[in-house]
């Protein structure tokens, strides 16, 4: 679980956010983007745990949507590379085996 990740994560605290690398960075907080995201997405959208206020309502599907849309995106793109991936690896597998039937000249 994503929670579960996050507590196994070195403190950012311990080191300022300039120091490090942008892996290290980008590793540490995506568990925490993740979370917040789900967070966004759980908050309550009735209008009675608003208060009756339909513009608080309003604003918070706007969020929601956002958000959904952000990670629908951000998932196709993950998708598309893992096709292209494969689809490398495939056409790279076709090519080695026509290389293997190759005959070489004999001297």
Same mark, same amino acid.
């Given at each position: 679980?994503?929670?579960?990740?996050i507590? !196994? +994560?070195?403190?950012l605290?311990d080191?300022?956010? @300039? /120091?490090? *690398?942008?892996a /290290?960075? +980008?590793? @540490? #907080?995506?568990p925490?983007?993740?979370? %917040?995201?789900? /967070?966004?997405?759980? #908050?309550? $959208?009735d209008?009675?745990?608003?208060?009756?206020?339909?513009?608080?309502?309003?604003?918070?599907?706007? +969020?929601?949507?956002?958000? @959904?849309?952000?990670? $629908? @995106?951000?998932?196709? %793109?993950?998708? *598309?590379?893992? #096709?292209?991936?494969? /689809?490398? $690896?495939?056409?790279? !597998?076709? +090519?080695?085996?026509?290389?293997?039937?190759?005959?070489?000249? *004999? *001297?």
């Amino acid at each position: 679980m994503i929670r579960d990740e996050i507590k !196994g +994560l070195p403190a950012l605290a311990d080191r300022p956010l @300039a /120091e490090l *690398e942008p892996a /290290e960075l +980008l590793d @540490a #907080l995506t568990p925490k983007a993740l979370c %917040k995201l789900g /967070e966004i997405l759980d #908050l309550p $959208t009735d209008l009675d745990a608003l208060g009756g206020d339909m513009l608080m309502q309003h604003r918070r599907y706007c +969020l929601q949507a956002n958000v @959904a849309q952000s990670i $629908t @995106a951000t998932r196709a %793109k993950i998708d *598309e590379a893992s #096709l292209r991936h494969v /689809e490398h $690896t495939d056409k790279i !597998g076709v +090519l080695m085996e026509k290389l293997r039937n190759v005959k070489m000249p *004999e *001297e």
